[in-house]
C-alpha cells in the first residue's frame, strides 16, 4: 500500500502529486470522479467507471428485443400519449370531484 500526502488548499483545492496523474492517467483539465467506499474515499478517472459499468445491466435485457429508431420514437410516442391521457382523465375526474 502507498500512501501519499497532498495539502488542501483555503478553496478545497488539491495538487496531486505528478506520479499519482501519471498512474490514474489524468492530464491538464482531465476529470476524476471520488467514490465513497464505506469510511474511504477512492480516486477514480471518469472514463474508468464506464469501463467498470458496461454491461452491467446486461442480464436484465436478456431476450429483449433490440428496437430500430423508428421504432423507439413510437413507443417513446405511445409512451407520452398515454401519459397525457391519464393526466386529462385526473383533471376530469378533480373537475367531476368539485
Given at each position: 500500500?502507498?500512501?501519499?500526502?497532498?495539502?488542501?488548499?483555503?478553496?478545497g483545492?488539491?495538487?496531486l502529486?505528478?506520479d499519482?496523474r501519471?498512474?490514474l492517467?489524468?492530464q491538464?483539465?482531465?476529470k476524476l470522479?471520488?467514490?465513497?467506499q464505506?469510511?474511504?474515499w477512492?480516486?477514480?478517472?471518469?472514463?474508468?467507471l464506464?469501463?467498470?459499468?458496461?454491461?452491467a445491466?446486461?442480464?436484465?435485457a436478456?431476450?429483449?428485443?433490440l428496437?430500430?429508431?423508428?421504432e423507439?420514437r413510437?413507443?417513446?410516442?405511445?409512451?407520452?400519449?398515454?401519459?397525457?391521457?391519464?393526466?386529462?382523465?385526473?383533471?376530469?375526474q378533480?373537475?367531476?370531484?368539485?
Amino acid at each position: 500500500m502507498v500512501i501519499r500526502t497532498v495539502n488542501v488548499r483555503q478553496k478545497g483545492q488539491m495538487t496531486l502529486p505528478a506520479d499519482v496523474r501519471d498512474q490514474l492517467g489524468v492530464q491538464n483539465g482531465g476529470k476524476l470522479l471520488l467514490e465513497r467506499q464505506e469510511n474511504h474515499w477512492i480516486l477514480v478517472r471518469a472514463d474508468d467507471l464506464v469501463d467498470r459499468t458496461a454491461g452491467a445491466l446486461a442480464e436484465y435485457a436478456m431476450n429483449v428485443p433490440l428496437l430500430t429508431p423508428a421504432e423507439m420514437r413510437e413507443a417513446a410516442a405511445e409512451a407520452i400519449a398515454e401519459e397525457n391521457l391519464e393526466t386529462l382523465r385526473q383533471i376530469d375526474q378533480d373537475r367531476e370531484n368539485h
